[in-house]
């Protein structure tokens, strides 16, 4: 990992730790699930609210008056209203990315959850996704949570990460080893 890589993600560890403590002492994981998945599409879907998190140019007020609007708007509760305040107020708010992953696993871990990040080349059907959740539970042991996505580029197959063990079964990388084989040949 690089150093502001790492940095950032020593400071969202901390924040996280704090807020999840808040939000269990407070019985409120529930909430906090919420105000992570309206964060993460947040994140996902706006240019603009990813160019203010990170934007050197709008003071600590302008980002604290932005989030809280922002916070308003989506709803979030007031443990992470005030948590994104403070963040602000100490220009930490581009760390929200890290934060809400290191949330996620967190809260996954209290519920004995696993996440498995699984890439396919066309999206799963319901039935797919059960049966793949089915049998990575019997592996780990624990309860799993798909997060999928689709890339075509995999042409078929899928890849699925779990922890830090990958399982690559995609078309794309089959042909790339046999690729790499052929070049050894001549």
């Not at 603009?48 to 050197?56: K, L």
């Not at 039935?127 to 996505?149: F, M, P, R, S």
Request: net charge positive.
């Amino acid at each position: 990992m690089s150093e502001p890589a790492s940095i950032s993600a020593g400071i969202a560890a901390r924040y996280a730790t704090a807020i999840f403590d808040l939000a269990r002492e407070e019985k409120a994981l529930k909430s906090l699930e919420s105000d992570l998945d309206a964060l993460g599409a947040l994140l996902a879907d706006s240019a603009d609210f990813r160019a203010m998190i990170t934007s050197p140019i709008l003071s600590r007020a302008e980002q604290g008056r932005a989030i809280a609007a922002i916070a308003k708007a989506a709803g979030l509760s007031t443990t992470m209203t005030n948590a994104l305040g403070l963040m602000a107020g100490r220009r930490r708010l581009f760390v929200l990315p890290q934060l809400v992953r290191a949330l996620r696993d967190r809260i996954a871990e209290e519920k004995g959850e696993i996440t498995a990040d699984v890439t396919t080349a066309k999206a799963l059907t319901k039935t797919q996704a059960d049966k793949l959740a089915k049998v990575l539970k019997a592996q780990t042991g624990k309860e799993i949570k798909l997060n999928t996505a689709v890339d075509e580029s995999l042409i078929g197959g899928l890849v699925v990460k779990v922890g830090s063990r990958m399982i690559d079964t995609s078309i794309r990388s089959r042909l790339a080893a046999l690729q790499n084989a052929m070049k050894e040949v001549g």
